[in-house]
């Protein structure tokens, strides 16, 4: 069930959120002890969620219904912590700037590294900025392709790294000397601080559930 399902009415009446720490308390509740309490959480592919009328609605889209009064179609965790549903953590977004947000290579990949691509005995990087791919290079190892393509990303994506200032939480920056790229590629820059959150604009069982 979506959270559109519900009413503003009745989910300001049945839930109150704090915006500074991302918790969902019950307002109303069919046991009396469970008002003022946090909201009893399910974990699903990391989004927390919670239960209504006996179906699971994610827990930041309630907090940005509870908020806003709107309910967009796609909301983005800055941090890439789906979790973490703090406000400042929480910004309406689209498909494209969502997938810019990722910092960590999907299961199954081949080199184990976000943007390393096996390319028969070499590995490639290419990024995607504003709807067109962009060929970086092509490396002797995957830790030389990745390294290329966090640089071009800290470029072209800076929002991705908005709420990120602990870069060993990340996956292995390499910084290597010379690069094996084509002729033409650009040249890896070794990692540097990034932007401040503050320049960027602000940005997705119950035994007896209510």
Known sequence: MAVTDFSVEELRERFAYDPETGVLTYRRHFRAAWVGKPVHIDYRRGYARTRIRRMWVLIHRIAWVLQTGTCPAMIDHINGDRADNRWANLRETDPFLNQQNRLKPKNGTTSGLLGAIKRKDRFGAAIWHNGVQINIGTYDTPEEAHAAYMAAKR???????????????????????????????????PPHAPPSPCALPLEASVDSPP
């Not at 072209?156 to 033409?184: E, I």
Request: charged letters at 15%.
């Open 155 to 189: 470029r072209l994506h800076p929002h991705a790294f908005a709420a990120h200032t602990d870069y060993t939480q990340l996956s292995q920056l390499v910084v290597f000397k010379g690069s094996s790229a084509r002729a033409g590629g650009p040249t890896p820059e």
